[in-house]
């Protein structure tokens, strides 16, 4: 059974920091692409960042410069480092994973919430 499990969210300040974490098992970790999206309430799900497996990564040009994804194979797990919080990247923050070569092998988390406010 696949799982990608986050965990990380909460409620952060504008300017601060927070890191997401995404545990993935049931799957080859390493030939899966991993990717972070957000969906905000009443917005369609956007994609945050990916990296792939090769560890290039990709962010959204609203993130570039704040946030940082990163993985470790070792540990099964994708993390979102988020710096300088605003309000607008307050949303329900999701894991994907997608097969190197099948791309019909996808799979979410459940998502974790992430709050910035004052």
């Known amino acids: 059974q696949v799982q990608l499990v986050e965990s990380g969210g909460g409620l952060a300040q504008p300017g601060g920091p927070l890191r997401l974490s995404c545990a993935a098992s049931g799957i080859n970790f390493n030939v899966y692409h991993m990717g972070w999206y957000r969906q905000a309430p009443g917005k369609q799900r956007e994609l945050v960042a990916t990296?792939?497996?090769?560890?290039?990564?990709h962010c959204a040009d609203s993130v570039k410069g704040r946030f940082t994804i990163s993985r470790d194979n070792a540990k099964n797990t994708v993390y979102l480092q988020m710096n300088s919080l605003k309000p607008e990247d307050t949303a329900v923050y999701y894991c994907?994973?997608?097969?190197?070569?099948?791309?019909?092998?996808?799979?979410w988390g459940q998502g974790t919430q992430v709050t910035v406010s004052s």
């Open positions: 990296i792939s497996t090769s560890s290039s990564t």
């Open positions: 994907h994973a997608v097969h190197i070569l099948v791309r019909s092998r996808d799979y």
